[in-house]
């Protein structure tokens, strides 16, 4: 019998292509892809991967793409599918309502809503008596003071269904909310938030039928937001190996309480969340239903010598594995980006001599090339280039990631 899987931009961005390699090598899957991306651009095993493919002009045209994508199904003789999965924010709702045409099981319209709109979030979330941050919507200015009247300083302002920290700032006195009302004058609708001071890290999870079949945390050094105001700072995620250890089980538990709250059963989840500097405890960040971005799932391949491509794809079809997806490894993955005023990479220093010192620890060394042009690191989570470093010792670990980040300077002379 064959298994009709629906997903969503399969080709982009990069790691779906990844995600859908991993399913069409299952036996008895056929992979229906929808998205906007011709078959033209796609890398050619990605395309190949696609078993039937619709390009669409406006993938984000809702009600038109679930439509001809239901004429287009049509056209084959088929009227339901088996699942409809999205790895990509955008697409999530999408994915819940091409569930809802095609009789897939998996989130609703509503349940999906609430992993795309931070406050409605946070309000499931409070409702299932999990610790989010104090949050209000606002879209005046005035909604906004009166946040602020109620948390109390510090806070933070961000938009309600943003990305990679962009239109954020946080505001520690009242001489910041001129500038930041300011700043964020341009964003329809903004989540208010209470200032969580403490290290942050991520719960990723792949479940099945409502079992857990891989956990992963991953710390941010620094946190995002640090990293995105601070262009000189080369992020670093680092999957922990051992997740059961006092200052991490309680993040674990948090992840697992919000998902069950939010109704996942299966699929895949990248929820963050901050460790309180003042109290120790997990305090609720947010939380996708999809993979991660910035290189973490291959991260999570280098902690454990596993795929987590192959196990999502298992998990959502066979809904079990044989991986044993054991952590063997701390991996932590290194963004860098170049410093200078030029618009090319000039030079590379300092590889040469960590590689010779520590090559076995380190697996991955994939930089934008000396002539090559340099990368918007505004843009672009993983800047000019990303290096991996593991080690089953933590400590070895980030000094090594520590090497990696401040000691390998990409330069960009004019
Ligand atoms: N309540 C909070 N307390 C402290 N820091 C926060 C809070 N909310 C957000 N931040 C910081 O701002 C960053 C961006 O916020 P958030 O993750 O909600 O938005 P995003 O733009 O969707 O992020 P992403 O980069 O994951 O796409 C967080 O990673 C964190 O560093
Ligand atoms: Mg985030």
């Not at 229906?32 to 406006?58: K, N, S, T």
């Not at 004429?71 to 697409?91: H, N």
């Not at 819940?96 to 897939?104: C, E, K, S, T, Y």
Request: some cysteine; hydrophobic content about 45%; overall charge negative.
């Amino acid at each position: 019998m064959t298994l009709d899987v629906l997903l969503i931009s399969p080709s982009f961005p990069a790691d779906n292509g990844h995600f859908t390699k991993a399913l069409h090598a299952l036996p008895g899957v056929r992979v229906l892809g929808v998205g906007d991306q011709p078959a033209a651009r796609m890398e050619p095993e990605v395309r190949d991967a696609i078993d039937a493919l619709h390009v669409v002009p406006d993938l984000w045209d809702e009600d038109a793409t679930v439509e001809s994508t239901r004429a287009w199904l049509g056209s084959m003789g088929i009227s339901r599918v088996d699942r409809v999965e999205c790895l990509w924010e955008p697409g999530v709702v999408l994915a819940a309502r091409m569930r809802a045409a095609f009789g897939a099981p998996g989130l609703s319209v509503d349940q999906a809503k609430a992993f795309r709109d931070k406050d409605l979030m946070k309000s499931r979330l409070d409702e299932a008596g999990i610790r989010t941050p104090h949050h209000y919507r606002a879209r005046t200015a005035a909604e906004v003071e009166g946040a602020i009247e109620r948390i109390g300083f510090p806070v933070i302002v961000k938009p309600i269904d943003g990305a990679g920290s962009a239109d954020t700032h946080v505001m520690r006195s009242a001489d910041d909310v001129g500038p930041v009302l300011a700043a964020v004058q341009h964003v329809p609708e903004v989540s208010v938030e209470e200032f969580i001071e403490g290290d942050e890290f991520t719960y990723d999870a792949i479940l099945a039928g409502g079992e857990t079949l891989f956990e992963n945390v991953a710390w941010y050094r620094p946190k995002p937001l640090v990293a995105r105001q601070n262009p000189w700072i080369s992020p670093q995620a680092v999957c922990l190996a051992d997740i059961d250890q006092s200052e991490i089980s309680p993040g674990v538990a948090l992840g697992r309480r919000a998902l069950r709250a939010l109704g996942l059963e299966t699929g895949m989840a990248h929820m963050e969340w901050f460790r309180s500097s003042k109290t120790g405890e997990a305090i609720f960040g947010e939380v996708g239903a999809r993979a991660p971005g910035g290189r973490l799932s291959h991260g999570m391949n280098y902690s454990c010598d596993g795929d987590v491509f192959r196990l999502w794809a298992e998990a959502i079809t066979a809904g079990r594995t044989e991986q044993s997806m054991e952590k063997r490894f701390n991996a932590a993955l290194v963004f860098k980006r170049a410093v200078g005023p030029g618009s090319t990479i000039t030079s590379i220093e300092g590889l040469d001599r960590i590689l010779a010192e520590h090559g076995e620890h380190i697996p991955v060394v994939d930089l934008v090339p000396v002539g090559a042009r340099r990368k918007d690191w505004t843009q672009v989570v993983t800047g000019d280039g990303w290096l991996v470093a593991r080690h089953m010792d933590l400590t070895e670990t980030l000094a090594l990631a520590d090497r990696l980040a401040c000691d390998v300077r990409l330069e960009s002379a004019r």
